[in-house]
C-alpha cells in the first residue's frame, strides 16, 4: 500500500509511513525534541517524522462558587436548568400521601 504521490499523513496517534503505509504504534516513545526528525522504515525509506500536541481548555460557569443563587427553569425532560451557569438537576418529585 503506497500513500498516492507519497503525501504527508496525519493519523492521530501513531506515525504511519508515507511510503508504505506502515504504523508505528510506539510513537510515542520517540523523542521529538519539538523538531521534525528523521525516521528509516522497514521499507527502506525515510521520512521525517514530527509530533503535534492539541489541548482543549474549558470554563464552566458557577453561581455557588459566586456565592449567588441558582435561578432553575423547567426543562422538557423533567431536569431543572440554571438560566445563570447552565447547572442541570433532576427536579424533585413531589408526592400526595393519601392518608
Sequence with gaps: MITEKYESTFEGKDLKCPYCGEFYSDSWEIDFNDDAIEIECDCGKKFYGSESIIRNYKAEADCELNKENHNFVDTLNGCE???????????????KING
Design 81 to 95: 436548568k440554571c438560566s445563570i451557569c447552565g447547572r442541570i438537576e433532576v427536579k424533585k418529585l413531589k408526592q
